[in-house]
C-alpha cells in the first residue's frame, strides 16, 4: 500500500448525481466526528508520529485538514458569490511548518472542523444544480467546478482520516 494514499489518489467522476452529491455532502458532514474516533486516545508522542517517513505528523495532519477545509469553503462563498473568481492558493506544506500546525492542541482544530462543517452542510444541502455547476478560477488548477470541488473535499477527509488509521493500525495503537 502506497502510504501517501491510503485510499487512493482522487479521481473525479464523469458525471455528478444528485445521490452522488448527497454521499460526499454526508461524508463532509461526517469528517470531524470521524477524525475525533481515529485520534481517540492517542497520547502527545502519538500526535507527533508522523503518518509515514518524511510525512506530516498526525497533529499536522488535523491542523492541514482545519486549513484545507477553511480555504474550500471560502472559496464556494466565492464562487457562489462571485463570477469565477481566482483563487488565492496556499502552500500547504510552508503552513505545515507554522506554530500553529506543529505544536498547539489538536482540539483547537477539532472544534474548528465541527463548526466549520456545520456551517458547510448547511451551506451544501441549500445549492441547486445549477449551483454546483459554478465554478473558480484555480490559478494552478485551471476552472474548477463546484461539484467537482465538493467530490475532492468528500476524499480530502477520509484521506487524512485514513492516514491517521492506517498508522494506528501498522503501529498497533
Known sequence: MDLRYPIGKFEAPNTMTDEQRERWI????KNPS???????????????????????TVRQVIHHMADSHMNSFIRFKLALTE?????????????????DAKNVPVDLS???LE??????TILLRSLSEADFGRTFRHPELGTMKLDKTLALYAWHGKHHTAHI?????????
Do not use: C, F, N
Open 26 to 29: 454526508r461524508d463532509i458532514e
Open 110 to 112: 477539532l472544534s474548528l
Open 115 to 120: 463548526g466549520l462543517h456545520g456551517r458547510w
Open 83 to 99: 463570477e469565477d473568481p481566482t483563487i488565492k492558493p496556499y502552500y500547504e506544506e510552508r503552513w505545515a511548518l507554522l506554530e
Open 165 to 173: 488509521t492506517s498508522l494506528r493500525l501498522r503501529m498497533g495503537w
Open 34 to 56: 470521524a477524525v475525533r474516533r481515529a485520534i481517540e486516545g492517542l497520547s502527545e508522542e502519538q500526535l507527533d508520529t508522523p503518518y509515514r517517513p518524511d510525512g506530516w
